[in-house]
């Protein structure tokens, strides 16, 4: 699938060139956002998440602090506001009410901050979404005044539903969360963003480089990750990969891949070859 002309800039030879990912209003140069979660220390998570090359970075109210235990490390001391744009997200809410109250708790902290990552899970096993309560608490928040990108799985049906609430972005899963297993469903995810017209950023799932490279190649308009990067055995260094390989798959995305062929086609012409 050829990008959409309002997608991309022509450069000056003709090809697409790169243009910002744009969320609610904001552009972003880059593409990949990283979860905070599940790393030694915070010394830890702020060198990943520099070395990811991330300008959005993903945080668990309930499990991090934020500024409401006075007493404890604050993670905005090793990511400040000011390099990185904060997106509080509702991991390990289970139903709108406590998605809702988690959303308006991080509006407090972060003195007004809009944007959220809405996720409600269904059961602690596979942590599929919760598909009824995550549209019940999406319009609750949208009718709040919040920004919201939303988790959801790789229906495309449920994902054009959640963009009509008005959510800023749709970000269906790869595959359940945590498990590294890559894109399980790429026509799933390529239809859901041939029928979007809000930022489609696959969520969950990527477990190393070239998974994150093939959902840039279908077309994604992003991708968050916080396992892949946080459970490698070389943190930092895994930041870095996935940093490069996104910017691949978006490049090889805007380049236009050949087409697949059942059979050879010679790299060199052999009409007028010398005999």
Known sequence: MNPPPSAVRRGETGAPAESPLVVAGAE???????????????????????????EIVTVAIRRTNLGQDPGEPNLLDHLPPERFTILPNTAGCYDAKSAVRTCRLARELLDGHKLVKLEVLGDEKTLYPDVTQTLEAAGILVGDGFDVMVYTSDDPV?????????????????????????VRNPYNILTIIENASVPIIVDAGVGTASDAAIAMELGCDGVLMNTAIA?????????????????????????????????????????????
Do not use: N
């Not at 943190?235 to 996104?246: C, E, F, I």
């Open 158 to 182: 449920v994902a054009k539903r959640l963009e009509e609430i008005g959510c800023c972005s749709v970000m269906p899963l790869a595959a359940p969360i945590g498990s590294g297993l890559g």
């Open 28 to 54: 972003y140069h880059s593409r990949l956002i990283v979860g905070t979660g599940k790393y030694r220390d915070f010394e830890e998570t702020r060198a990943a998440a520099e070395a990811s090359g991330a």
């Open 231 to 275: 459970a490698a055995k070389h943190p930092v260094l895994m930041a870095s990969a996935m940093r490069k390989a996104v910017e691949a798959g978006r490049e090889a995305f805007l380049a236009g891949r050949m087409p697949r062929r059942r059979y050879a086609s010679a790299s060199s012409p052999l009409d007028g070859t010398f005999t």
